[in-house]
């Protein structure tokens, strides 16, 4: 990845800024991506005081004019895009039946819509080159239902597909597109479900009341096990895989 321009959608915090750092420190030229230009500044900051190369860009993944701005900018700013990471997500939980319209479109306006206007606009740098990669970060929600998560799981699962799909449009001209599905990781959007009822514990142990299982590692991934993943994905060691998940949970969905 030496001197390889890779794009990471929601570098900010979590596992998008672990993302960052794990193809920075594989020699890669990061382009930061997220909406939270202050935070995305501090983390920017981080890794290059760390020594890595990583610039950020300021950018709203729903909107896709600003998505085709940012990403030309990028091009002309660092050179070819190389790899892609789509890990921007939001997270709102709730049951169906209590659920607002707004906070349904919030999560598909990200993990969706915003997957879209990434991936189409670097394919279409990419495909002139012949060559790429790109990785959605999506959940091992996306194949297995949970309570008060049917937004979520369902834009995940849209992801999903629309990766695949994308990859397989795109195989032609030599660009790979895989997922990477996470389950419980130690990132602030997991920390944001818990409450007395639900928390480290239950989440390790599993609660048969949500007919959720525990996980049989007995541990909380890591924001660096997922980069790990999508490292990997993205590299020439998996250069003959394409539209393939890559499920990074513990056992959580007992292999799924």
């Known amino acids: 990845m030496e001197n390889k321009v890779a ?6 915090g979590g596992i998008g800024a672990a993302v960052a750092r794990s193809l920075g420190e594989r020699g890669a030229l990061v382009a930061a991506v997220d909406r939270d230009a202050d935070l995305l500044q501090e983390t920017v900051e981080k890794l290059a005081a760390d ?5 950020g860009f300021a950018c709203d993944v729903t909107s896709g004019r600003q998505v085709i701005d940012t990403v030309a900018e990028i091009e002309a700013r660092l050179g070819p895009v190389e790899y892609l990471v789509n890990s921007a997500g939001v997270l709102r939980v709730g049951e169906v039946a209590d659920f607002t319209c707004e906070d349904w479109t919030a999560i598909f306006a990200v993990n969706v819509n915003g997957v879209f206007h990434l991936s189409r606009a670097v394919v279409q740098h990419m ?11 999506a959940s091992n929600a996306a194949g297995t239902p949970r309570q008060a998560m049917a937004a979520y799981a369902a834009s995940k699962a849209a992801a999903s597909m629309f990766t695949k799909t994308l990859g397989l449009e795109v195989a032609k001209h030599g660009i ?3 997922v990477v599905a996470p389950g419980s990781t130690d990132t602030p959007m997991l920390s944001s479900m818990w409450n007395d009822d639900i928390n480290e514990k239950t989440t390790i142990e599993g609660n048969p009341g949500s007919y959720k299982v525990g996980i049989p590692l007995a541990k909380i991934a890591t924001p660096k096990d997922v980069a790990d993943a999508v490292a990997f994905l993205l590299s020439d060691q998996a250069a003959h895989i394409t539209l393939h998940v890559l499920t990074v949970d513990g056992g959580a969905t007992l292999g799924v």
């Not at 495909?127 to 970060?137: H, N, Q, S």
């Open 127 to 137: 495909i002139p080159r012949k060559r790429g990669a790109i990785v959605t970060v």
């Open 51 to 55: 020594g890595l190369a990583v610039e």
């Open 7 to 12: 794009l990471v959608t929601g570098a900010a």
């Open 176 to 178: 790979r597109a895989n």
